[in-house]
């Protein structure tokens, strides 16, 4: 696996795969990898003939500094996981000038407003940093596809409004949350979690579970009162939002509507720890 510390090592390397014709499969990260991102990687190698990897905190993302701070770091570990999986050729390691050569600042997107809903309502910012990163990204590693989990979805629709809003030459491939036994859905936060607490998390998911056959007979209503009574029972945890959504406009909805794809979306927050998930209804 070629490791990548430069632009224009990256530049290079691109150039040369390029000039065999080689299809690239390409999914960014933060680090702290874990089986969900080699679930993007697997997806990746089985439709390109190359696998590329980033790691990258990116800065303009976070509303909060203490986040930022706190995001767990060890390129080590991470580069350890992805040669030990097989899947990646090359990880692209950049430092903040190789992504803001001028100052570390977002640019400002017009998702049609995908970014007013849900996190974007809590986070203000948070994805033009998303698309800031992930577009410069596209343009110095020029893949032919690109993977993301389903479990950021509003931040997969935002990547897609992006794509298709700037012309950018690339497929983007939403892939399904990969689960720990538990249902607990996969994530770099988990980390931070006691192992009684990734335990008990796993309420979220069962909720969800249940919310998908509640939706079949009750309103929306009354689904989230359940979600609600669910979550005053629990100790350590606090329901920071239950919604359900239209799965293409990410816009609440209030009672089903005929013919439209539903999703519901959930953040809990377990002791520290912001825990998001969502599932097709």
Excluded: C
Aim: glycine share 4%.
């Amino acid at each position: 696996m070629e490791i990548l510390k430069t632009k224009k090592t990256l530049q290079d390397f691109i150039e040369r795969q390029k000039e065999m014709g080689k299809r690239i499969g390409f999914a960014p990260t933060m680090g702290a990898l874990h089986n969900g991102h080699l679930s993007l990687y697997k997806a990746a190698r089985e439709e390109n003939d190359l696998v590329i990897s980033s790691v990258f905190v990116n800065p303009t993302q976070f509303n909060n500094l203490e986040d930022l701070e706190k995001y767990p770091r060890d390129t080590q570990k991470d580069i350890s996981i992805l040669e030990k999986s097989g899947l990646v050729d090359a990880v692209y390691l950049p430092q903040v000038e190789d992504i803001y050569p001028e100052k570390t600042e977002s640019k400002k997107y017009d998702y049609d407003g995908l970014e007013n809903e849900m996190e974007g309502k809590s986070r203000p910012g948070h994805f033009d940093g998303v698309g800031t990163v992930v577009e410069e990204l596209f343009r110095q590693v020029q893949p032919n596809n690109a993977y993301f989990g389903e479990k950021d979805f509003q931040q997969l629709a935002i990547i897609k409004k992006m794509t298709e809003k700037k012309h950018l030459p690339v497929t983007i491939k939403g892939i399904p949350i990969y689960r720990a036994e538990n249902g607990l859905a996969l994530s770099s936060r988990n980390q931070r979690l006691t192992e009684e607490r990734r335990n008990e998390s796993k309420i979220i998911f069962e909720t969800l579970e249940k919310t998908k056959e509640w939706f079949k007979n009750l309103s929306v209503s009354e689904i989230k009162k359940k979600v609600k009574d669910v979550f005053e029972h629990q100790n350590n945890m606090e329901l920071e939002y239950f919604l359900i959504a239209d799965e293409h406009t990410l816009k609440e909805i209030s009672q089903k509507e005929e013919g439209k794809s539903h999703r519901a979306f959930i953040v809990v927050n377990v002791d520290d720890v912001r825990l998001i998930d969502n599932m097709h209804l």
